[in-house]
Each structure stands twice: as structure tokens, then as C-alpha cells.
């Protein structure tokens, strides 16, 4: 079975630049989380979908940070414009559905300079 | 709010020698815990998680974990590390299930021969 699959593994951008990011959740996965690993700490919750409804979106940067999750299958993550303090792990996971267990990907890696 | 704290940034066990990782939480009611482990440029994989029932859970990888309400902890134990433990290790604990997940800031292990 294929993992969640993440792109760009790794990013440099400047500040007040843009960036997107994509994540491919494991096939029939309904629910997909984006969390925030900014280095020395543990991930941060972003949003998590439900198909492709928003289930929670409380700690995302709304000013800044957008999400979307078309046709509640592939996800993109989008920061603009870009801050210094935006500079972490951008992790994407997926699970079947509301409760189970989740998986995550490997991550891309956001350097703002 | 819920919140994690794992008090030990860092720790350095002698391959063979047994382990334990603390964690502590705080939550208004009965907690969801989960232990994750995460290797370097890797995403978190899920060692095992504590919804209800018997308070000492097994795990992969023969870690296993013991749920003690009266002390707000969830500690991660192994009796015998293998230099393949060496990764960082993320208590976390959830309001339902995989929901709302608030980590800890991590522990990192290091195995030495």
C-alpha cells in the first residue's frame, strides 16, 4: 500500500515570496491533516478535512496560510506571503476516517531566508 | 486546553539497556494518548495509543506504555533498545480519537554500543 506522498521534499524561498505545497493521501482516505513542525517542537495541527469539507481550521494563520482539498482526494497548502518564522516541516497525514489511526508523510521541509 | 510535556529534551541509553520516556499531560477528561516516533527525514509513525481499558499497552517494536491517571502520565518503556531506536519520540494526547492533536515537544534518543 503507498504512503502519503508529499512535494516538494524540500523548499527555499524569501521572505514575502510565495509557496504551495501538495500531499497525496493513501487511496480512500477520507480524512487528511496538516500539521506544522517548526524545528524543537512537536507538530502543530494546521486544518484537517473531512473529504473535502474543513473540519478544523483553528490554528491556521488564515491571513497568510490557505488550504484546499478539491474533489477530497489530493491536497495543496499554500503561505503567502512567506514570514521568517514560516521556516519549518510542513507534515500532511492521512486516515480512513474521523478516529483512525492517521499516517503521516515524510514532509517538506520550508526554509524562509 | 489540553497540553503535553515530555521533560526530557534529550537521553542517551547503551544499546541493551532498557528505556523509559516520560510524558505528561493535561486534559479536562479522560485522554486519548498516543506515542509516535519519528526518524530522521522521516514523517511520525504511530507506536501505540491508549483510548480505554487496560492501562498498560503494547506497541510495535516492543515498546509498550503504562496510562496512569493518578499522575497525569503515559510513559513509554522498552526493556532492551536496539541502535535502531535512535530516533525522536512524540507523546501526544488527543480530545477524540486521532482528533485535535496536541504533541509534546519531543525526546530525542540516542543508543550508543
Known amino acids: 500500500e503507498a504512503g502519503v506522498a508529499q512535494s516538494p521534499r524540500y523548499k527555499i524561498i524569501e521572505k514575502r515570496q510565495s509557496v504551495a505545497f501538495w500531499c497525496n493521501p493513501i487511496s480512500g482516505h477520507a480524512t487528511l491533516y496538516w500539521y506544522q513542525q517548526i524545528l524543537g517542537q512537536g507538530p502543530k495541527l494546521l486544518i484537517q478535512f473531512q473529504n473535502n469539507g474543513v473540519v478544523d481550521d483553528s490554528q491556521l494563520p488564515k491571513d497568510r496560510f490557505s488550504a484546499e482539498r478539491l474533489k477530497g482526494v489530493d491536497s495543496t497548502l499554500k503561505i503567502q506571503p512567506a514570514k521568517l518564522e514560516d521556516s519549518a516541516v510542513y507534515l500532511c497525514?492521512?486516515?480512513?476516517?474521523?478516529?483512525?489511526?492517521?499516517?503521516f508523510g515524510q514532509g517538506t521541509r520550508l526554509t524562509v531566508v | 486546553a489540553q497540553s503535553v510535556t515530555q521533560p526530557d529534551i534529550h537521553i542517551t541509553v547503551s544499546e541493551g539497556a532498557s528505556l523509559e520516556l516520560r510524558c505528561n499531560y493535561s486534559?479536562?477528561?479522560?485522554?486519548?494518548l498516543f506515542w509516535y516516533v519519528q526518524s530522521p527525514g522521516q514523517g511520525l509513525q504511530l507506536l501505540l495509543k491508549?483510548?480505554?481499558?487496560?492501562?498498560l499497552v503494547q506497541g510495535i517494536k516492543g515498546f509498550e506504555a503504562e496510562f496512569k491517571r493518578s499522575q497525569s502520565s503515559f510513559n513509554l518503556r522498552k526493556p532492551s533498545v536496539h541502535w535502531s531506536d535512535a530516533a525522536e519520540y512524540f507523546c501526544a494526547v488527543g480530545a477524540s480519537g486521532n482528533e485535535k492533536l496536541t504533541f509534546g515537544t519531543g525526546t530525542r534518543l540516542t543508543i550508543i554500543p
Open positions: 491508549y483510548f480505554s481499558g487496560d492501562t
Open positions: 486534559y479536562g477528561a479522560t485522554p486519548y
Open positions: 497525514a492521512s486516515s480512513l476516517d474521523r478516529g483512525n489511526e492517521a499516517f
